[in-house]
């Protein structure tokens, strides 16, 4: 292949990986239906059992665990739209370097809630 000659993906085969991304995310979809179900349930029955600040941080934990998989999501939909090895590359560098930003959003947040959690229980035993 000369370097002017591109690999390039054919419109099947991505039409065919873009069908599965949708499948995929709408198991996932119903999968965190059923978790959001269980843990409503779970949390109502120990309601008195868990701080309330701890709450604040389940919450938070499966919104962000959403938008971690909406990302993903959206990445694996551009990937199976790449028309070449060059945009794969692309999509997957850009992706990388948003994520890590947001990981470290996201540890900071939990570090937050973690802690505004742990003092507000510290405050209701005093």
Do not use: C
């Not at 000659?5 to 996932?28: D, G, H, S, T």
């Not at 919104?63 to 028309?83: C, G, T």
């Amino acid at each position: 292949m000369t370097q002017d000659q591109k690999f390039e993906i054919p419109q099947e085969l991505r039409q065919l990986a873009e069908e599965n991304v949708e499948r995929a995310r709408q198991l996932y979809l119903q999968f965190m239906d059923g978790v959001g179900q269980a843990m409503a349930a779970w949390s109502s029955a120990s309601s008195n059992v868990i701080a309330p600040g701890f709450h604040e941080v389940q919450e938070r934990a499966v919104k962000l665990a959403n938008e971690n998989a909406d990302a993903a999501f959206k990445l694996a939909k551009d990937v199976a739209q790449a028309k070449d090895l060059q945009q794969l590359i692309d999509l997957q560098t850009r992706y990388v370097q948003s994520q890590m930003k947001w990981y470290a959003y996201q540890s900071q947040e939990f570090g937050r809630l973690m802690a505004k959690a742990i003092s507000d229980t510290k405050k209701t035993q005093s």
